[in-house]
């Protein structure tokens, strides 16, 4: 284990578990309980969030039933999930993509940057790690479509790849040009890079990084497949696609990837430009200097989500708002606009940064 | 099995239920790749035998049954058969009641197109749309209830006239609709047809060209987003359509995309406002009267006879054919749907297109599944 985990040491500790229990089984549950406390409770939240928002942008009213103005609803939604029988007996090729798929998430945990000591892994090409996770999800998800045998799980499995490839590029190159601006890929160097102020976020460095930022954040649209470039799940025609024969578990499963997919780009879109976790009004040195790592770690990463939610609410308003691109529209215009884009940021990045090193 | 990477083609069956189809019918799709290389189409699915359904009812009751040949347009339905009895029996219409039956026409088809709105939007994913539409076709539906009771399935129009006065306050309300709608149509434009997605998502796809709308006998909107100028209220004027003062919209002959499915979405649009047109004028011209020449219960007889009427139905011509032997039931009634037209032409619009164009351009010819298979 990396020596970063051992912000998790202080607070094992304090439970005093019997020696013989081994230091990295302690780190391990620690790590799932984050995964369980953090993770998935915001998918809840950003769930309700999203349902409500989306009824006020559309002059309706929204979930209201379960709990008081419906903030039960994600938990109703998910125990009726699981509870529900598959609609299709368990094959062996679904048990591939389960495999894939939850590697795929799980592996995302060691790498999600969540605050300055919420670092597990943060080593030289930590901030590519996600991607290639987001990668795995989508090559998990086609595997997922080509297995079905239905022609909607076939054209879904193919679009989702053709998706993953066209918005991988351009993605990549926004990713190095917040790499060149803060001289690695370790996370605490670009996070370093920045400050709380938003004048000293990469994104509004100068007008490069701010293309970048911007390829970014659509980029991972098209890569994960998010409205309104989500013609790999379209309903209309292919019925959902790869999901069109999910039920129950399955596609609780199959959900909590997508939207963890966006989640996870969203975080990763805030650390690399938008300031990362860094505290407004100095409070992060304070805090460091009163040397109390538990409420530097707790005030990171509320301040970190926060930013993250309105990122995610943003674009999942101009998600309401636009109809369904066609796919083909969509790689299309991840190619020879997206791509173009994000190489004229990355030769501007450059010049900005050799310039500054001159 | 997929063993290998299929470079055939495909075979797709979509239907007889699928909530990108506009009805019960199946569609036999060979696709290369995401292209459709042909299509065929089955229907018949939702065929409830309602020509002879209404054989069998007497003269009075048959009205509810003409009602249930397009659920969406029900009014235009009891509209052909009341006219036709009206020309075999030589009844004239009071004008009081002429009026109504226009306001109600231009409701109902206004309502339709609002349906239709929905629907595109719903094909493109624009739940936001959707909702907002949704939300104004409401209102026309209370319009209904108040001078009906009924909000879809109206039987209101009687032979002779209507069954009821308006309510009191009904014509007002009619007038505020007409002006929210004027507001309401400028917000649809800044939200949806305008948007650059949604137009790059219709445009250039399932073009009907002017020969081939006229070869396959095409009416309605569909037919003037093609650029024929061809509108029953104009050509043939009943209900005292020559009356009023309106424009029928055409497409330009002159365009690129003439008659392609972003022309038949905005020219829905364009028919909106040349019926809130009508709204206005009907109801301000609406005059004190009877409204109906007899009380609806009073029995009357059919004499023998034969009738042809046409009307324009929210998705074209509509005809009804309609035979009379002077018994207590009618002696043959037949239909001229427009979406039959519709069904015959998909063949040809499918080919060529991506399957996710399929339910844009389903959604834009607003095919009527009910009446077509009656």
Redesign the interface.
Known sequence: MNAQAMWLNPWISGFSFAESVPQWLLTACGLVLIYCLVIVPSGAVMGYLERKL?AD????VGPNRAGPAGVLQPVADLLKLLQKQASRDWNWREAIWLLVHTMALYSTVAVIPLGSLLLLVDTDMSAFLPFWSALVLALGTMFLG??Q?S?PG??GGIRVAAQALAGAFPALIALLCAGIRAGGFRWSEIAAAQSSSPLLWTAAANPFQFIAFFVFVISGLVLLGI??M??AF??????GGVSSHLSGRKLTVFRLGRFYGFLLWSVIAVVLFLGGWELPFGLSTELRNADSPRLLQIFELCWLLSKTFLLVLVVTWIA??????????VTDFAWRVLSPFSLVALIGASLVAGWGAL | ??ESLKTDL?Q?EIGPYD??LPGPMLLRLR?DG?LIVAGEVETGFLHRGLEKALERQLWRSAIPYADRLDPEGALFGELALCLAVEEIAALAVPPRAQSIRVILSELTRISAHMGYIVRV????????M???VL?DREKILDLFELATGARVSLNFLRFGGVQADVTEGFIERVLEICELLRIRLKEYND??TY?H??I??TRGIGTIAPELARAFGVTGPNARASGISFDVRKEHPYSGYDFLDFEVPVGRRESQHLGDANHRFLLRLQEISTSVEILKQSAEAITSGPFALRKPEESFEVPRGEAYIRIESSRGLLGCHLVSDGGAYPERIQFRPPSLALLSVLPQLVRGI??????VVLATLDIGVAEADR
């Open positions: 989306s942008f559309q002059a309706r080509l297995s045998g022609v076939w054209f409205p309104p989500d013609a379209s309903a209309p025609d292919i019925h309401k708002v636009n109809p369904r691109s066609r796919v083909d529209q | 099995m997929i495909t797709w909530h990108s696709l995401e939007a719903r094909a493109v994913g624009s739940e936001t959707v909702h907002y939300r939200l949806f948007n997605a949604f790059k998502r991506r399957i996710e164009d399929l339910p």
